[in-house]
């Protein structure tokens, strides 16, 4: 990569323990031209202070720090605002990024102009392949398809009965065009990102980078998935401890996704179903965390 390019790094940090650290260790490593921009939604936890600690002496960290919790497009919008970069870089806090994985990348967009968003091959601890890095849009029948488990009815019919999520179907050797990319790791254009705009604010947590995805699409621009851009993604640590307020703004996000691009597209009846449906299945996630907590706690007092 050409150190005239400027790439700016914007990770949104939430009591994110020690994989902040990691991650920004794996950014350093890369050894390219980078700023680092990190937006911390008022973590309680050291994660912030441990990096302000570890990289003290790199020139090229900024750090935003938010009295409150703002919502992740809230705080990826605040760094896009401040970013001087060619290229913005999304990446979660979460994430341990290859060496090449950024190389990879941005060449992929500098080879396909009309691309305004490419992103890697996210990968489990165990080095497989992890859902969401690559998938369809999940359309309210796509998602049907997927809570009825009606995927074995693809062969027959692969466009009726397909999964949203591709991580299942063989690896490609080269980049593809994808409708949709996860928000761990995205690398967006600056040319692409003004024409675009950023995220949705109206979501605070999930579904902001399948709108985004739409949003890109909806302009012409293409998504590009990079098998070769491998990015360690452990997901999980501060969402397990708040698994219902996880839930609520995952739900949340669905409903005003599927009400912000498929009301007028599907009958008023059917949307009406598909939003009781998600609040009907919130609930019963809600009933069973809080039934699990429960015992949880009742097996601490009774020790």
Not at 1 to 20: G, Q, R, T, Y
Not at 55 to 62: E, G, M, P, T, V
Not at 96 to 106: D, G, P, V
Not at 256 to 263: A, E, I, L, V
Request: hydrophobic share 40%; aromatic share 12%; proline share 4%.
């Amino acid at each position: 990569m050409e150190n005239s390019c400027l790439i700016s790094v914007i990770i949104v940090n939430f009591n994110s323990a020690d994989k902040l650290s990691l991650c920004v260790q794996s950014l350093v490593d890369c050894q390219q031209s980078l700023e680092i921009i990190i937006v911390d939604n008022a973590s309680h936890d050291e994660s912030l202070k441990n990096v302000q600690h570890t990289f003290r002496a790199q020139q090229n960290i900024l750090v935003t720090e938010n009295q409150e919790n703002m919502g992740f497009a809230v705080a990826c919008n605040q760094g896009g605002r401040v970013a001087s970069g060619d290229y913005l870089l999304y990446l979660n806090p979460d994430c341990k990024i290859n060496s090449h994985a950024i190389s990879a990348l941005r060449e992929c967009l500098v080879q396909n102009p009309e691309a305004g968003m490419t992103g890697g091959q996210l990968l489990n601890s165990d080095g497989t392949e992890q859902v969401g890095g690559r998938r369809l849009i999940p359309t309210p029948w796509r998602t049907f398809v997927r809570v009825f488990k009606l995927r074995w009815l693809s062969p027959l019919f692969p466009q009726l009965f397909s999964d949203f999520n591709l991580h299942l179907e063989s690896l490609p050797d080269h980049p593809v065009e994808v409708e949709a990319i996860s928000g761990a790791c995205m690398l967006v254009p600056r040319k692409a990102y003004e024409d675009v705009g950023g995220l949705d604010e109206g979501y605070f947590l999930h579904c902001e980078d399948l709108d985004w995805c739409m949003s890109f699409r909806e302009k012409g621009w293409k998504i590009l998935f990079v098998p070769d851009a491998k990015i360690s993604h452990f997901q999980g640590s501060c969402s397990r401890s708040r698994r219902i307020f996880v839930e609520w703004n995952k739900h949340k996000g669905m409903v005003r996704f599927y009400s912000k691009f498929f009301r007028h597209k599907y009958p008023v009846v059917l949307m009406w179903i598909i939003t009781c449906g998600v609040w009907l299945r919130f609930s019963l996630l809600a009933c069973y965390f809080s039934v699990r907590q429960f015992f949880r706690w009742f097996k601490v007092a009774g020790t």
